[in-house]
């Protein structure tokens, strides 16, 4: 029986803040890059911020598929609650570091803390929503993403100001998150199962030999990756990449990096939301069609941002990339509940974080190296488009079960 779709959206809204905040903890770092490299001169080298930037992910990648195994046998309410707190206390932290070693460690301890926080929201949205709003929530949710990353894209300027600085950003908002971490693991519920859904609690070796053994999930963990490697890119070196090669001071660029990127990103996901769940009542693979139509967009996307002679071509295909990723965000996990059971969501959902964020932060690392080689632009992101293409090949060959789960 559906859950009351107040009860289900509310879920959603308190969630929406502490998404917010998830992003907005990463994003800053990218926006402060020469500030914080500035005031701790052994950062030396973009091949080391890169290393760096992915020393986060490969910590957040490995643990994502255990924060998700937790929350699929335990509760996903203090799972999320537990996961800001801890963030929000390394967020703090993270403004007192003075090396290059305790920058590394504080980004290693915030991998730990987010690594749970994803899979078991996404997984609660899923277990609130059936499929007629499943796409919009997971899409409202995602919106909150985007807005943490426009925020941390404002960080320049924030570090700019002598009334704050970098080091005082990172304390003020971590003492925020963990404020709210209080009232949140009080009004926040987990949705109750159906007495027709019994839950076997499969071990996590038998877990995962049940995914790896679904094609379709594993091909859903290819879509997912592919074009997350140019994402991560786009999210965390553009606002370098736009101030290098357009002259622009380190708050601007980090404005032009994130603003409107992120705020077609919010209409694609409205729109790729309302689209794939309205697609879903017609077919089994509507969402799949939409979650294909999305990653179609970011083809041009990459080589237009490769390629852009001026800011405003930059930033036109910054919007086309925006817009594309937002409909395929939205849904990713509504595909993921109609190719496992819900018992396995969470899980699902981390051991995809594991190999896309693996991928992502050697993409960071990669791309600080090629950077400091002098690789031009057009050729990386006119690889990160060939990915594109495969992606979009590749999510039509998943075939949802014609058992479709709630």
Known sequence: MPLPIRTAWFAVALLWPV??????????LAAMKFSVMADIPDVATDANWGYMLGQFKWVYAVLSPIGGYIADR???RLVVAASLF??????WWTGHVETYSDLLWARTF???SEAFYIPAALALIADYHTGATRSRAVGVHQTAIYFGV???GFGGYAADAPELGWRTTFAVIGLVGIAYALPLVVLLKDAPRPAAEPAPQLGPAAALVELVRNPSFILLVLVFTLPAIAGWVVRDWMPAILKDRFALGQGAAGVNATLFVNLAALAGAFAGGWAADRAARRALRGRV???AAGIALLIPALFGIGHAPTLGVAVAFLILFGLGW????ANNMPILAQVVRPELRATGYGVMNLVSISGGGFADWGFGVLRDARV???LIFGAFAGTAVLSVVLVLLVRPRQDVFR
């Open 19 to 28: 998404a917010l905040l998830n992003y907005l903890d990463r994003q800053l």
């Open 74 to 76: 335990f509760s996903r």
């Open 86 to 91: 801890a963030w929000s206390a390394v967020t």
């Open 110 to 112: 915030m991998g730990v």
């Open 150 to 152: 426009i925020l941390g």
């Open 289 to 291: 069609y939409v979650s």
């Open 326 to 329: 937002g409909v395929f965000d």
């Open 376 to 378: 031009p632009l057009d």
